[in-house]
């Protein structure tokens, strides 16, 4: 196998002791320099990686993220559906999950299986650093407080740190990663040849003009939050507990989201994903107490810094 280049990959040497071992960047880094070749380095630096999450799908920000793509010069030459399940989200999220609540990941899975996400594959403009990195600045940090203006986050209006609406791999290395865990070898060989083609096949074009014809919903935590509480009301004095959480979700408390769970499933009641999502997102504690999380966001200015 050809040896890791870990320089064109990554500036954060955190990462580099987290990934030299897992098996998602070994296959997907085979798979690069076997299909790319000599373009290999070109396409690290020249490439990038967007998610577009289910509740991104579901609530209509594909067509806004795209336009803002094309406002800022990437250029989509492949697309992918992604069927996230538990598994999937934790592995993706390993390093980072480790901050979660048990609350959040519960909600997460939630918010995840409300529909297929969509993986966007583009080159990026010209510049001085990864095409990744660009698009990890105009992406926007999850949380809203502090987020600096003109960002996607910011444009996509998104309700809460935890619906978060997209994704993207910040640095080469976690694009390499992420392929390795979002898709198998054939789809990620067939992902690599168009980032070195750098032509949107027509079976892509299709996929992609099918995900913006789907029908959306509304990121209306009020109205979502009503309809469990008929459901439930509907239970009658039953239903009490269940009602008694979703009251002090109302008047803006955090509440044990699993244990309303455990209610909701005594009454069974099954409310759509969708308006758990909603509701969840907005009424837990999102981390552990002294929780860390085992690799932080990237110094993307480091790849500024040839020195470093």
Same mark, same amino acid.
């Not at 998610?51 to 094309?70: C, H, I, M, N």
């Not at 980072?96 to 403009?125: E, F, I, N, W």
């Not at 898709?183 to 060989?189: H, K």
């Not at 099954?270 to 997102?281: H, Q, Y």
């Given at each position: 196998?050809?040896?890791?280049?870990?320089?064109?990959?990554?500036?954060?040497?955190?990462?580099?002791?987290?990934?030299?071992?897992?098996?998602?960047?070994?296959?997907?880094?085979?798979?690069?320099?076997?299909?790319?070749?000599?373009?290999?380095?070109?396409?690290?630096?020249?490439?990038?990686?967007?998610?577009?999450?289910?509740?991104?799908?579901?609530?209509?920000?594909?067509?806004?993220?795209?336009?803002?793509?094309?406002?800022?010069?990437?250029?989509?030459?492949?697309?992918?559906?992604?069927?996230?399940? %538990?598994? +999937?989200? $934790?592995? &993706?999220?390993?390093?980072?999950?480790?901050? =979660?609540?048990?609350? *959040? @990941? /519960?909600?997460?899975?939630?918010?995840?299986?409300?529909?297929?996400?969509?993986?966007?594959?583009?080159?990026?403009?010209?510049?001085?650093?990864?095409?990744?990195?660009?698009?990890?600045?105009?992406?926007?940090?999850?949380?809203?407080?502090?987020?600096?203006?003109?960002?996607?986050?910011?444009?996509?209006?998104?309700?809460?740190?935890?619906?978060?609406?997209?994704?993207?791999?910040?640095?080469?290395?976690?694009?390499?990663?992420?392929?390795?865990?979002?898709?198998?070898?054939?789809?990620? %060989?067939? +992902?690599? $040849?168009? &980032?070195?083609?750098?032509?949107?096949?027509? =079976?892509?074009?299709? *996929? @992609? /003009?099918?995900?913006?014809?789907?029908?959306?919903?509304?990121?209306?935590?009020?109205?979502?939050?009503?309809?469990?509480?008929?459901?439930?009301?509907?239970?009658?004095?039953?239903?009490?507990?269940?009602?008694?959480?979703?009251?002090?979700?109302?008047?803006?408390?955090?509440?044990?989201?699993?244990?309303?769970?455990?209610?909701?499933?005594?009454?069974?009641?099954?409310?759509?994903?969708?308006?758990?999502?909603?509701?969840?997102?907005?009424?837990?504690?999102?981390?552990?107490?002294?929780?860390?999380? +085992?690799?932080?966001?990237?110094?993307?200015?480091?790849?500024?810094?040839?020195?470093?």
């Amino acid at each position: 196998m050809t040896v890791i280049d870990w320089s064109l990959l990554t500036r954060t040497a955190r990462k580099v002791e987290l990934y030299r071992d897992e098996v998602y960047l070994r296959e997907a880094w085979a798979d690069l320099c076997e299909v790319a070749g000599q373009d290999r380095n070109a396409v690290l630096s020249g490439s990038a990686l967007l998610v577009v999450r289910p509740e991104g799908v579901r609530s209509g920000r594909l067509d806004p993220t795209l336009k803002f793509l094309d406002r800022h010069g990437f250029r989509i030459v492949a697309t992918e559906p992604v069927g996230f399940d %538990r598994m +999937l989200a $934790r592995e &993706l999220w390993r390093y980072q999950h480790t901050l =979660a609540s048990l609350d *959040r @990941l /519960a909600v997460v899975d939630q918010m995840l299986s409300v529909g297929p996400a969509l993986l966007l594959l583009m080159h990026g403009p010209d510049g001085a650093v990864p095409a990744t990195t660009a698009l990890s600045r105009l992406k926007g940090a999850s949380n809203p407080a502090g987020r600096p203006p003109g960002t996607l986050r910011e444009l996509l209006d998104q309700p809460n740190r935890l619906f978060a609406l997209v994704h993207c791999a910040d640095e080469p290395a976690d694009l390499v990663r992420e392929l390795g865990i979002l898709v198998d070898s054939p789809t990620r %060989r067939r +992902l690599i $040849r168009a &980032l070195v083609d750098g032509e949107l096949a027509a =079976a892509d074009a299709a *996929r @992609l /003009a099918e995900f913006r014809a789907a029908p959306t919903a509304e990121l209306d935590v009020p109205a979502a939050l009503k309809r469990i509480c008929a459901e439930v009301a509907a239970a009658g004095t039953a239903g009490h507990e269940a009602l008694r959480l979703l009251d002090a979700s109302a008047g803006g408390s955090l509440v044990p989201w699993r244990h309303l769970m455990g209610e909701l499933t005594r009454l069974g009641i099954r409310p759509s994903a969708w308006d758990l999502a909603l509701v969840g997102s907005s009424s837990i504690e999102y981390d552990e107490p002294h929780a860390v999380k +085992l690799l932080g966001s990237p110094d993307l200015d480091a790849w500024s810094r040839p020195d470093d």
